[in-house]
């Protein structure tokens, strides 16, 4: 089946632009995450989206990071006003709460986003 | 804050060798450990993962030992192919928390030489 898909694959903007990444869950996968892997680092958690919950926001670095989630499929993660510091790769994973593996996120190829 | 702890950076093994990395958390409510391997241009994918219940757990090639006293997992690959290259991933999370969201080390950048 289709796996966890972000767009897009590579973003080169101008500081200070705006950018929006894209997320497309497995289907059915009630949890959705945002992650960010800078270049030879881990990966840090932004926010965590669950059914029709409020949204964990305890990751997201600045209030130029948004995210929402509509229809509890398709998720954006904004960036306004783009930080040389951003570039990084942006990483989508989803997973479904139920009683079996509950733990398991599935990966997107992530989103490379590099800051001029 | 580094709630989790990963070393070597990188590692550098023969073909049929053992490819030994590992970690140390702070955070004694963590319940979960996955770990997660990762190829050039792909997203992490799930590896194997324990829980603090028990030592060991073993899948194929691959084993998690965890010390729970010592705050500390590895994992093991046996028999290591020029495949296993990749980077590795041990991660840490509270299942009971609301989200479930995974604590990640720096990773290990592995290397099998045929």
């Known amino acids: 089946g289709a796996g966890v898909s972000q767009s897009p694959s590579n973003k080169v903007t101008e500081k200070g632009k705006d950018v929006e990444l894209r997320c497309d869950p497995i289907?059915?996968?009630?949890?959705l995450y945002w992650y960010r892997q800078s270049l030879g680092q881990g990966l840090e958690f932004l926010i965590y989206f669950q059914g029709n919950s409020a949204p964990d926001k305890s990751g997201l670095p600045s209030d130029r990071f948004s995210a929402e989630r509509t229809g509890g499929s398709v998720s954006t993660l904004t960036i306004q006003r783009t930080q040389q510091e951003d570039s990084a790769v942006y990483l989508c994973a989803s997973s479904f709460p139920g009683l079996a593996s509950p733990e398991t996120q599935y990966f997107g190829p992530g989103t490379r986003l590099l800051v001029l | 804050q580094q709630q989790v702890k990963q070393s070597p950076q990188s590692l550098i093994v023969q073909k049929g060798g053992i490819s030994i990395i590992n970690c140390a958390y702070e955070n004694t409510a963590f319940d979960y450990f996955p770990w997660y391997q990762q190829f050039p241009g792909k997203g992490p994918a799930l590896l194997i993962a324990?829980?603090?219940?028990?030592s060991e757990k073993k899948e194929g090639r691959f084993t998690i030992s965890f010390n729970k006293s010592a705050k500390q997992f590895s994992l093991h690959i046996m028999d290591s192919q020029p495949g296993d290259s990749a980077t590795y991933f041990c991660a840490a999370s509270k299942r009971r928390e609301y989200g479930n969201k995974l604590v990640f080390g720096a990773g290990t950048i592995l290397r099998v030489k045929s």
């Open positions: 289907s059915g996968h009630t949890a």
């Open positions: 324990i829980r603090p219940d028990v």
